[in-house]
């Protein structure tokens, strides 16, 4: 049986992984008319979106806006209804071998196998992408002395006995682990503690200095504001705002920008006027 050898996976910042010659775009990740049906209900209505490379970009949004749908479909997790969605220039749904070379994801509610100890999962993760045993081994001692998963994997603790923090962790390390060019992750810092969260912080930092791009989705406002450098606001799976942190703050906090846009129930006088007693 013969075997495709595998292309090597550049380090941020380095050539592209499909050559793009001088026309190649500036943009990271483009959506354009992104769309996306169940049945009578549009989830993500024929959304255009350019994220720069080397950006640190925030998709923010309320409960159903679309977000989870739109980052499924340009990570190739779920098939568009319409539309196309461009990973460094390459089609995720023409080539998405090539495209997840250079694709980090880690999913909402991604699923883990549970029999597995972190370390295992990790170098299983290596090796399926092609990888060299001795590169994954040296990258999973390091992503597990950083992200303090040391002692469970000594401990043999099972994926399935992580916390929903381990899992948080052991999943950004399996979208770390080779190298990507561009980051997706869909509420990485949820249930994170925080010394875990100013560890995660320095290494999202660290990846956007060597060139990479960082897109994550998140509700809380003051944590995009903290990290992001442009941001996109979302509802009803259409695009509201898009651009510079500042230029999407418009003068105000993103929260209050947010709210402005997406809009929000007010509590009169009158309502629940029975909680207390």
């Given at each position: ?5 595998e292309?090597?996976v ?13 026309a190649?775009s500036e943009?990271?990740?483009e959506?354009?008319?992104?769309r996306?049906t ?5 989830a993500v ?5 350019t ?14 806006a679309?977000?989870?749908t739109?980052?499924?479909m340009?990570?190739g ?21 090539a ?6 994801v ?5 699923a ?15 090796r399926?992408?092609g990888?060299p ?24 603790t ?6 929903t ?16 060019r ?14 875990s ?9 660290r ?31 259409s ?16 929260e209050?920008?947010f ?5 929000a129930?007010?509590?009169g006088e ?8």
């Amino acid at each position: 049986m013969t075997t495709t050898p595998e292309r090597p996976v550049p380090e941020p910042g380095g050539p592209t992984a499909e050559p793009g010659g001088p026309a190649a775009s500036e943009s990271a990740l483009e959506l354009a008319g992104l769309r996306r049906t169940f049945g009578d209900k549009v989830a993500v209505d024929d959304i255009d979106l350019t994220v720069p490379r080397g950006s640190f970009f925030g998709l923010v949004g309320p409960n159903g806006a679309g977000k989870t749908t739109a980052l499924s479909m340009a990570t190739g997790l779920l098939r568009p209804s319409g539309g196309k969605a461009l990973v460094h220039d390459i089609d995720v749904w023409q080539d998405p071998v090539a495209a997840k070379r250079i694709l980090g994801v880690l999913p909402d509610g991604l699923a883990l196998p549970e029999r597995l100890t972190g370390g295992e999962l990790l170098t299983y993760w290596g090796r399926f992408r092609g990888m060299p045993a001795g590169v994954v081994a040296d990258r999973i001692a390091e992503l597990m002395r950083i992200l303090e998963l040391e002692e469970a994997e000594e401990l043999g603790t099972l994926v399935g006995e992580y916390s929903t923090g381990m899992r948080k962790k052991i999943g950004l390390a399996t979208a770390l682990l080779h190298t990507p060019r561009l980051l997706v992750l869909d509420e990485p810092y949820e249930a994170v503690d925080p010394v875990s969260a100013r560890v995660l912080t320095a290494i999202l930092r660290r990846f956007t200095a060597a060139g990479g791009t960082i897109i994550i989705s998140s509700h809380v406002m003051s944590l995009v504001e903290s990290l992001c450098d442009r941001v996109a606001i979302i509802a009803a799976g259409s695009v509201l705002a898009d651009g510079t942190l500042d230029e999407v703050r418009a003068g105000r906090s993103l929260e209050d920008r947010f709210v402005e846009l997406v809009g929000a129930t007010e509590l009169g006088e009158e309502d629940l006027a029975w909680i207390g007693g």
